[in-house]
C-alpha cells in the first residue's frame, strides 16, 4: 500500500508538471494487452471527469485510478474481440470524426470577420441599379474577355455622359426584370445578395458607379443611388385580391372595387385576420390571417410597391392599400423591430454564413496556410501536358482517365506528398464537362484547381491529430466509449438477455435482496382536541372519505386536523400494533 501511494504522488506530480496532451507522449503510464496508455491520455481523462471539488478530495486520484484501469481493460478486451473492425463501429467513428473536424476546416479568423463584416453591412442600407452582361462560370477566357470588354463600354459611355445608367440598363442588361425598372434594384442590406456584388456596392458611394464586378452571374457595374441607416424588420398581415396583366377594364374596375370595400372594412374596425381568412387569395397566408414573415429592406424586392407600402406604415396597427404586379393588397403593420445587438444576432448571422457561398472565403484561407506551412509545390509543365490529353469527348462525358494511366509525373506536391496527372485523370474522369468542345486547356483550368483545393483539405483533415492533440483526445475518448459500450453489451447486457437459465437462477439466488421488510399501509390523523378525536372516529366507521372529513373539521376550525400517509416497518410507531382497519387512541400516530 505504502508503494502504491508513493506512485500515486509521483503520478500526481507528473501530472501537474504536464501542460498538455501529447499524441506521441514518450511517458507510458501503464500496458494493458498490447496497448500502451500515455500519462497524457489519464490525465485528460482524470481531469476532464472530475470536478473541481471532488479533486479536492485526497483520495480523488486513488480513486479514479481503479475506474481507469477497469476501464481500458474493458476496452483492450474490445480489441482483442476486433470490435474496432466491424462496419458499424468504423461507420460511426468515421461520422464523428467528420462531424468534430468540420469547424476546423475553416479559417476561424477569416470567418469571424465575415460575421462581423455582415452584422456591420446589416445596420445601413444601399439603394442601387445595376447593369449585367450575363456570362457562365465555366465560361471560355475568350467570352470572359468579350463580355468583360462589353461592360467596359457601357460604363465609358455612361462615364461620358453619352447615355444614362437607366437608359443603358433597359438597352444593354442582361437581367431582364430590373432592366424594365432602368437596372433598379431598390434597397437591400447585408447578406441580400450574392457577396462579390455586395462588397462593392458597399464601398461605393451614392452618385458613382463601380467598376466591373465579377460574380456567378456575369459581369456587373453598380450605380449607388442612396446609403441610410437600416430600418430593422417589420412583420405585416395582408388581404390580397387577384389581377391578371391582361385582365378586361371591367374586370380591374371590379376588383379594384371590392378591394376599397374590404379596406373600408378593416378601416371600421373589423377583425384583419378574419377577413384576411375570407377575402384573401394569398392562399398561404390566408389561413393564418395574413401574416407574413418577418422582412427587412430588399426581401421584397420584387414587389418593390409593397415594400415601400409596409415600411410606410409607422405605427402597429396602421393599414394602407396598394397595387402590385400580383393585385391589390390590404397591409396592416402587426409589429417593428430595431437592428439587434451583435450578441443576438451572432448565432443567426453565422448559420446563413455557413450557408452562403461567401463562407468559401474562410475555406479559402485555410487552403492558402495548408499550402504554406507544408510547401506546397507546382509544376506547370506536367499541368500543360494533361491538358494535351483532354480532346472533344471530355466535353461529352466519354473521356477515359486512361489516356493517363502510367503517367506519373507530379501535377504539385505537398508534405512531401506527390500528387500524379494520373491522380488528376481519376477526378477529372469524374467531372468531366458539358457543352461545346472548349480545348484541353479550358478544362484544366476549371477543375484544376478545385481539384487542388480538394486534396490539400483532405490533407488537412487527414493530419488533424497529428496538429492538435484536443482533438486526437476527443477522438480517441470517443473510440474507447463505443468500444467499452459494445463490449459491455456483448458479454452482458445482450448475453444476460439470451441466458434465460441463467437469469432464472440469478434471480433464484437473489430474489429477497432486496426485499422490503414487513410493512402496513396506514393514515396518521393528528387532532387538536379530544372532542376533535372522537368527531373523526364517527366519521371514519361511517366510512367518508379522508377529504370529506379534513373538509367537515377543519371547516368548523381551521387547523383542527391534519392527515398524513405512509408506509411502516415493524417497530416503526404505534401504528403497526394494530389490526387492519382499526383505530389507535388519541394522541398517537398510526
Known amino acids: 500500500m ?4 508513493i506512485f500515486l504522488v509521483s503520478l500526481l506530480s507528473a501530472l501537474t508538471a504536464i501542460s498538455s496532451a501529447q499524441v506521441n507522449d514518450p511517458q507510458i503510464l501503464m500496458t494493458v494487452g498490447n496497448q500502451s496508455v500515455p500519462v497524457s491520455e489519464f490525465k485528460a481523462m482524470y481531469y476532464n471527469n472530475l470536478s473541481k471539488d471532488s479533486l479536492k478530495n485526497p483520495k480523488a486520484l486513488d480513486n479514479y485510478m481503479k475506474l481507469f484501469v477497469d476501464f481500458r481493460l474493458k476496452v483492450s478486451a474490445a480489441i482483442d474481440a476486433h470490435l474496432d473492425t466491424t462496419a458499424s463501429f ?23 470577420q465575415l460575421i462581423k463584416e455582415a452584422y456591420e453591412r446589416t445596420k445601413w442600407d444601399i439603394k442601387a441599379e445595376h447593369i449585367l452582361i450575363r456570362l457562365a462560370p465555366d465560361a471560355s477566357p475568350a467570352d470572359t474577355l468579350a463580355a468583360y470588354k462589353k461592360i467596359t463600354r457601357i460604363r465609358e459611355k455612361i462615364l461620358k455622359k453619352d447615355t444614362t445608367f437607366e437608359a443603358a440598363a433597359t438597352k444593354y442588361s442582361d437581367d431582364t426584370y430590373s ?48 446609403k441610410k441607416p437600416d430600418v430593422g424588420q417589420i412583420e405585416v398581415a395582408h388581404i390580397m385580391i387577384r389581377t391578371t396583366a391582361n385582365m378586361k377594364p371591367a374586370d380591374s374596375i371590379r376588383i379594384k372595387t371590392k378591394a376599397d370595400s374590404i379596406f373600408q372594412l378593416v378601416q371600421q374596425g373589423q ?17 393564418k390571417g395574413g401574416v407574413l414573415p418577418w422582412f427587412g429592406a430588399g426581401r421584397m424586392a420584387k414587389v418593390p410597391e409593397f415594400e415601400s407600402a409596409s415600411f410606410g406604415l409607422k405605427k402597429v396597427g396602421d393599414v394602407a392599400e396598394v397595387k402590385t404586379a400580383f393585385g391589390w393588397h390590404i397591409i396592416k403593420l402587426e409589429g417593428k423591430k430595431p437592428i439587434q445587438p451583435f450578441d443576438s444576432v451572432k448565432d443567426e448571422i453565422t448559420t446563413r454564413i455557413m450557408k452562403d457561398p461567401r463562407s468559401e472565403a474562410a475555406v479559402d484561407a485555410l487552403v492558402g496556410e495548408v499550402k504554406k506551412q507544408y510547401n506546397f509545390k507546382e509544376f506547370p509543365e506536367a499541368k500543360k ?32 506528398m506527390n500528387y500524379t496527372q494520373e491522380d488528376f485523370a481519376a477526378y477529372a ?53 463505443i468500444l467499452l459500450f459494445d463490449i459491455t453489451d456483448q458479454m452482458v447486457w445482450s448475453k444476460a438477455l439470451k441466458d434465460t437459465a441463467g437469469l432464472r437462477s440469478f434471480y433464484q439466488m437473489h430474489q429477497n435482496d432486496n426485499k422490503w421488510p414487513e410493512r402496513c399501509d396506514a393514515s396518521v390523523y393528528t387532532c387538536s382536541t379530544k372532542e376533535v378525536s372522537k368527531e373523526v372516529r364517527k366519521m371514519m366507521k361511517e366510512g ?33 400494533q394494530l389490526e387492519k382497519g382499526n383505530l389507535g387512541r388519541y394522541g398517537q400516530r398510526w
Open 2 to 5: 505504502i508503494k502504491r501511494n
Open 90 to 112: 468504423k461507420q460511426e467513428m468515421t461520422e464523428y470524426r467528420d462531424k468534430l473536424a468540420e469547424p476546423k476546416m475553416r479559417d476561424t479568423m477569416v470567418e469571424n
Open 179 to 226: 432592366a424594365t425598372k432602368g437596372g433598379s434594384l431598390g434597397y437591400f442590406t447585408g447578406m441580400g445578395m450574392v457577396y462579390p456584388f455586395e462588397s462593392v456596392a458597399y464601398v461605393t458611394k451614392p452618385g458613382e458607379i463601380s467598376k466591373p464586378v465579377r460574380t456567378q452571374f456575369g459581369y456587373h457595374i453598380i450605380k449607388v443611388i442612396d
Open 271 to 287: 377583425d384583419f385576420s378574419e377577413l384576411a381568412k375570407k377575402y384573401s387569395q394569398d392562399q398561404y397566408t390566408a389561413k
Open 385 to 416: 501536358e494533361f491538358a494535351s490529353w483532354i480532346d472533344e469527348s471530355f466535353y461529352k462525358g466519354k473521356w477515359s482517365a486512361d489516356k493517363v494511366k502510367g503517367h506519373t509525373s507530379p501535377l504539385f506536391s505537398l508534405g512531401g
Open 429 to 481: 474522369a469524374k467531372n468531366q464537362l458539358n457543352g461545346d468542345d472548349k480545348g484541353g486547356e479550358h478544362a484544366v483550368d476549371i477543375l484544376y484547381p478545385k481539384y487542388v483545393k480538394q486534396e490539400v483539405l483532405k490533407f488537412k483533415k487527414d493530419h488533424l491529430e497529428k496538429e492538435d492533440p484536443k482533438f486526437a483526445d476527443m477522438l480517441l475518448q470517443y473510440r474507447d466509449g
Open 544 to 576: 367518508k372519505a379522508d377529504k370529506d372529513i379534513l373538509a367537515a373539521v377543519n371547516g368548523k376550525a381551521a387547523n383542527s386536523l391534519a392527515i398524513t400517509g405512509n408506509k411502516y416497518v415493524k417497530n416503526d410507531g404505534g401504528c403497526y
